[in-house]
């Protein structure tokens, strides 16, 4: 059974950093798409980045792109989200994300719909 496990979620100021991590668990492959996912209060959940877990290949939301940095540790399991600069408009709820390989011009995109295991999410509050 596949299970996702974030943490690393703080309250931080404006222009700060913090890394979250994602431990997987239960995968019977070693290649499929992972990713990260926020909901802010009264938003749509929205794709931030995503991972080929089989090559490395990433990919970053416009929004985030330059600031956040997606990264896997395969001996560890685990996913990172590496955050700085973070804004207020990062404020949300984060959630780590798995599902098959589906690729975008050679890369996983972060859409909901490919993606069919979810953890709990951990919750990220920037001050200005």
């Known amino acids: 059974q596949v299970q996702l496990v974030e943490s690393g979620g703080d309250s931080v100021q404006a222009g700060g950093s913090l890394t979250l991590s994602c431990a997987a668990s239960?995968?019977?492959?070693?290649?499929?798409?992972m990713g990260w996912f926020r909901q802010g209060p009264g938003k749509e959940r929205e794709g931030v980045a995503a991972?080929?877990?089989?090559?490395?290949?990433?990919y970053s939301a416009d929004s985030v792109k330059g600031r956040f940095t997606i990264s896997q540790d395969n001996a560890k399991n685990t996913l990172y989200l590496q955050m700085n600069s973070l804004k207020p408009e990062d404020t949300a709820m984060y959630y780590c994300?798995?599902?098959?390989?589906?690729?975008?011009?050679?890369?996983?995109?972060?859409?909901?719909?490919?993606?069919?295991?979810w953890g709990q999410g951990t919750q990220v509050t920037v001050s200005s």
């Open positions: 994300a798995a599902g098959p390989v589906v690729l975008y011009g050679g890369r996983c995109r972060p859409f909901r719909t490919n993606f069919d295991y």
């Open positions: 991972i080929w877990t089989g090559n490395g290949l990433t």
């Open positions: 239960g995968f019977r492959s070693r290649s499929y798409c």
